[in-house]
């Protein structure tokens, strides 16, 4: 085995335990078929009762009257896709992160010869693959069914979603190692998880895009990474930006990913110099 592979093999075999682990909870990832067809169908008759409140009944005027810079097919299809790539990004580093501190767990970690970040990134990307297979691939297809979606702008902005969807990935996975780090000063993180949850459903754009925000507040996201987790996705899938302003949005997240990667083995290194284990 050559020295690469020797180096990559721990890493492989953590993805393979984070897609394992989650097969002990597969039945909630079948409840989450209906769970995400629940929220595409709250907010579809939501944002068509808006359209409506607006005076635009007609198809025709759907297609043609925008609020925000969106008409009423791409805002459905904003909101299911969104949803769609949710079931993708999201992941419980924070939380699994939380339990072991507490339990003591955390420990093990110390005597591993490899990147503990890289590690926890690892198993949230077995639970992504688990994820894709058991969740959002037939996510797609019930709302597909059930929905007027679009498909993206051209294969072109497909190709860039795609890459745009990988960063989600990895920067909601850096953000959440970032936010498991702190129980190990702070022991009990529940609230700051809790904040952390409303605060990127918020600002990454999934609940309501950027461009119906204000303006001094478009201001100050664009210079966080939260809305290149939803919304810089969903506007390549729309066509909204495209050519080279894609490729900037593109360049702004994968900078994004790497400072967060940076600033994460930076905490973890500070904050594991001093550390009680409790628990075992």
Same mark, same amino acid.
């Given at each position: 085995?050559?020295?690469?592979?020797?180096?990559?093999?721990?890493?492989?075999?953590?993805?393979?335990?984070?897609?394992?682990?989650?097969?002990?909870?597969?039945?909630?990832?079948?409840?989450?078929?209906?769970?995400?067809?629940?929220?595409?169908?709250?907010?579809?008759?939501?944002?068509?009762?808006?359209?409506?409140?607006?005076?635009?009944?007609?198809?025709?005027?759907?297609?043609?009257?925008?609020?925000?810079?969106?008409?009423?097919?791409?805002?459905?299809?904003?909101?299911?896709?969104?949803?769609?790539?949710?079931?993708?990004?999201?992941?419980?580093?924070?939380?699994?992160?939380?339990?072991?501190?507490?339990?003591?767990?955390?420990? $093990? &970690?110390?005597?591993?010869?490899?990147?503990? /970040? #890289?590690? !926890? @990134?690892?198993?949230? +990307?077995?639970?992504?693959?688990?994820?894709?297979?058991?969740?959002?691939?037939?996510?797609?297809?019930?709302?597909?069914?059930?929905?007027?979606?679009?498909?993206?702008?051209?294969?072109?902005?497909?190709?860039?979603?795609?890459?745009?969807?990988?960063?989600?990935?990895?920067?909601?996975?850096?953000?959440?190692?970032?936010?498991?780090?702190?129980?190990?000063?702070?022991?009990?993180?529940?609230?700051?998880?809790?904040?952390?949850?409303?605060?990127?459903?918020?600002?990454?754009?999934?609940?309501?895009?950027?461009?119906?925000?204000?303006?001094?507040?478009?201001?100050?996201?664009?210079?966080?990474?939260?809305?290149?987790?939803?919304?810089?996705?969903?506007?390549?899938?729309?066509?909204?930006?495209?050519? $080279? &302003?894609?490729?900037?949005?593109?360049?702004? /997240? #994968?900078? !994004? @990913?790497?400072?967060? +990667?940076?600033?994460?083995?930076?905490?973890?290194?500070?904050?594991?110099?001093?550390?009680?284990?409790?628990?075992?």
């Amino acid at each position: 085995m050559s020295t690469r592979s020797s180096v990559l093999a721990p890493y492989a075999e953590f993805t393979r335990i984070g897609f394992v682990n989650i097969l002990a909870f597969r039945l909630r990832y079948y409840a989450g078929i209906f769970t995400y067809l629940i929220n595409v169908t709250v907010y579809y008759f939501i944002w068509s009762a808006v359209y409506r409140a607006r005076g635009i009944s007609s198809a025709t005027q759907a297609a043609t009257s925008t609020i925000g810079g969106y008409d009423l097919p791409q805002i459905l299809t904003y909101v299911a896709v969104g949803w769609v790539i949710r079931s993708l990004y999201w992941n419980t580093i924070d939380q699994e992160m939380a339990y072991e501190v507490i339990d003591g767990k955390i420990a $093990m &970690d110390f005597i591993k010869p490899v990147s503990i /970040q #890289w590690m !926890w @990134i690892c198993r949230a +990307l077995g639970e992504t693959a688990f994820r894709l297979v058991m969740l959002t691939a037939p996510s797609c297809i019930v709302i597909a069914l059930l929905f007027h979606v679009r498909f993206a702008a051209s294969w072109t902005q497909f190709g860039l979603f795609l890459i745009a969807v990988a960063g989600s990935i990895l920067l909601m996975a850096a953000i959440n190692f970032m936010i498991g780090t702190c129980a190990i000063p702070l022991t009990s993180i529940l609230s700051l998880i809790r904040a952390k949850f409303w605060l990127i459903e918020l600002l990454s754009g999934l609940l309501v895009p950027m461009t119906y925000f204000p303006s001094t507040v478009q201001k100050i996201a664009a210079w966080l990474p939260f809305q290149h987790i939803a919304f810089t996705p969903l506007q390549i899938y729309l066509g909204k930006i495209s050519g $080279m &302003d894609a490729l900037r949005a593109l360049a702004m /997240q #994968w900078i !994004w @990913i790497a400072v967060l +990667l940076w600033l994460g083995d930076l905490w973890w290194r500070t904050a594991t110099r001093k550390i009680t284990i409790h628990g075992g």
